[in-house]
């Protein structure tokens, strides 16, 4: 610790520690890389039909033009190179679409970040607020997951709050796995946990452990069962294991695929 000169009030401050901030920059020098080499790939691709069909066009103007087998010749030349440019340009746009809407996902952010992303301003102040800390733990490369992404927001949304709400110190988390071509949510809190006689209702319309406790904190009895329901409507399953005074944790299983749309179709018509 030393004296220092604070660079916004100039006034004289002790350092308490230092901030180093890491970029791993690997991917996205391999990315530039990529970029020049198909830069390079691409003008040189132009290059050769453009330098062709100008060397023609030049001799048929310098008098070839006169000489008609030379004049189809040379024509025919110009049209196959012509063609071909075209292709060229045709395949760069239809690559330059499909790599945008690559990014327009999301920039390769997985379903179930994107969900979370969703849901952060609503989470992040209420666990500060409480002082307590959330771990999230997403893995960048988690395959997709089959359930569209409002309702796993909901999902997300409604374990994450009652983590929140039902713990007065230390931890909440979220960490995502895959498992056996499964998605594995684990939604885990230190709060108060819940009586084993109580876990197999808790899913239940309208249950609550503590009636008043819950009521006071704004709770109406039904958000564990809009989980189970949005859930079980794509197929997934939701288990939690619980220890009173020590926390809880809520698994939901998922599968992965892109079967969303047809799976909610089901889980609406379930309704
Ligand atoms: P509520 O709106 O009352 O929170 P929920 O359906 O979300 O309703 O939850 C039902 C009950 O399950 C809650 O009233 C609470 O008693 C209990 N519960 C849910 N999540 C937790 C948790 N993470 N820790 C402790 N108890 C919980």
């Known amino acids: 610790i030393r004296a220092q000169v604070s660079p916004i009030t100039g006034e004289k401050v002790r350092s308490q520690g230092a901030v180093i901030v890491c970029y791993d920059i690997t991917e996205i020098r391999r990315l530039e890389l990529l970029r020049t080499e198909f830069v390079g790939n691409v003008s040189h691709e132009l290059r050769t039909p453009l330098t062709s069909i100008k060397g023609f066009v030049e001799t048929l103007l310098d008098g070839a033009s006169d000489v008609p087998h030379l004049r189809e010749r040379f024509l025919n030349i110009i049209h196959k190179e012509t063609l071909r440019l075209q292709r060229l340009v045709d395949e760069l746009l239809t690559l330059s679409r499909i790599e945008n809407q690559r990014q327009d996902s999301g920039q390769g952010m997985s379903k179930v970040q994107e969900a979370y992303e969703k849901i952060r301003p609503v989470i992040e102040p209420y666990a500060e607020a409480k002082k307590i800390e959330l771990e999230i733990k997403i893995p960048r490369d988690l395959p997709e997951v089959g359930i569209g992404i409002d309702l796993l927001s909901q999902v997300l949304l409604n374990l994450m709050e009652n983590a929140v709400k039902y713990t007065v110190k230390g931890k909440v988390w979220l960490h995502a796995f895959h498992d056996d071509g499964k998605i594995l949510l684990e939604f885990g809190d230190t709060g108060c946990g819940i009586p084993e006689g109580d876990l197999p209702r808790i899913f239940e319309r309208f249950y609550r452990v503590d009636k008043a406790r ?25 288990t939690v294991a619980s220890e009173l005074g020590s926390g809880s944790v809520f698994i939901c299983e998922l599968p992965t695929g892109n079967g969303e749309k047809k799976n909610e179709e089901e889980s609406k018509e379930g309704n």
């Open 214 to 238: 819950s009521r006071e904190q704004g709770g109406t009895g039904l958000g564990l069962s809009i989980v189970k329901h949005i859930v079980e409507g794509v197929k997934g399953k939701i």
